[in-house]
């Protein structure tokens, strides 16, 4: 829902309502937002619930900033440590991207681009690193994916995905290394770019990344939408499937 922008940056995570979507009790749920907010992507606000965090330029830049090292890094050990089958499942989630490329499905691109990453990340073999990427990459996902995307940048992306490939199936890790930090640096950049220019989007009125604050309710958790709030669903028949993973739900 965060990553997705179904609930914006600054919107308040409303547990009565959340909690029918997912068909669970509020303390599950509570335990959810806590784990979100460890995350960086809700904050706790006493007295007045939790909203989903905002979106902070300066700290966009730092976490791209250790992303870029926590990436090469991985990239030079994932060299020496990956198995056959973490290289073949490397492999196959690289093509089903180059697949959504070549058909403008964006989303689906996105989806196999972050699993790409993850399964480089996890082939390093370094519980440490794993645990840190994922904890910092779930903080920009969310702008990863509501950026602006035009196609120039999308075809460089996909030529920095293949040569990222090509180094890590000639287990060349020196090599990797310094492709991932130059991939991440652009990555990094043109995210920055959208959060800057949502940010002047807000100062000047106009739909943005970074929501503007209603008048009714200024603090943190008061973030006006441009689009319908969030409505309660339940099936046909009454009843409310239970989620497996609340958190997981509320991130994606």
């Known amino acids: ?13 409303n547990e009565r309502v959340l909690a029918a979507r997912l068909g669970i009790s509020r303390t599950p749920l509570r335990e959810a ?17 939790a909203c989903v965090a905002a979106i902070d ?3 966009v830049r730092e976490v791209f900033v250790v992303l870029a090292a926590l990436e090469s890094l991985a990239g030079e050990l994932a060299c020496r440590q990956a198995t056959a089958l973490q290289r073949a499942e490397l492999r ?29 990340i996890e082939s390093s073999g370094n519980a440490a690193l794993v645990q840190a990427w994922r904890s910092l990459n779930a903080q920009v996902q969310r702008i990863r994916f509501m950026a602006n995307l035009s196609q120039r940048r999308w075809d460089q992306a996909i030529a920095e995905h293949e040569a990222l490939l090509s180094a890590f199936e000639a287990g060349e890790g020196p090599r990797l290394a310094a ?11 043109r995210v920055l770019d959208s959060v800057l220019a949502a940010a002047s989007g807000e100062r000047k009125g106009t739909a943005a990344l970074v929501p503007t604050r209603s008048p009714a309710h200024p603090d943190a958790c008061g973030a006006a939408r441009a689009r319908a709030p969030l409505q309660a669903s339940r099936p046909p028949d009454g ?14």
């Open 1 to 13: 829902m965060i990553v997705r922008g179904e609930l914006a940056p600054g919107e308040k995570l």
């Open 33 to 49: 937002i806590r784990s979100l907010a460890s995350e960086g992507l809700a904050e706790l606000h006493p007295h007045r619930g």
């Open 57 to 59: 330029a300066a700290r």
């Open 92 to 120: 196959a989630a690289h093509y089903a991207m180059l697949l959504h490329h070549a058909r403008g499905e964006l989303p689906q691109y996105f989806e196999y681009n972050q699993r790409v990453h993850a399964l480089l």
């Open 179 to 189: 492709l991932l930090r130059e991939h991440l640096e652009h990555t990094g950049a």
């Open 239 to 252: 009843g409310a499937p239970v989620s497996p993973d609340s958190t997981a739900e509320i991130r994606a």
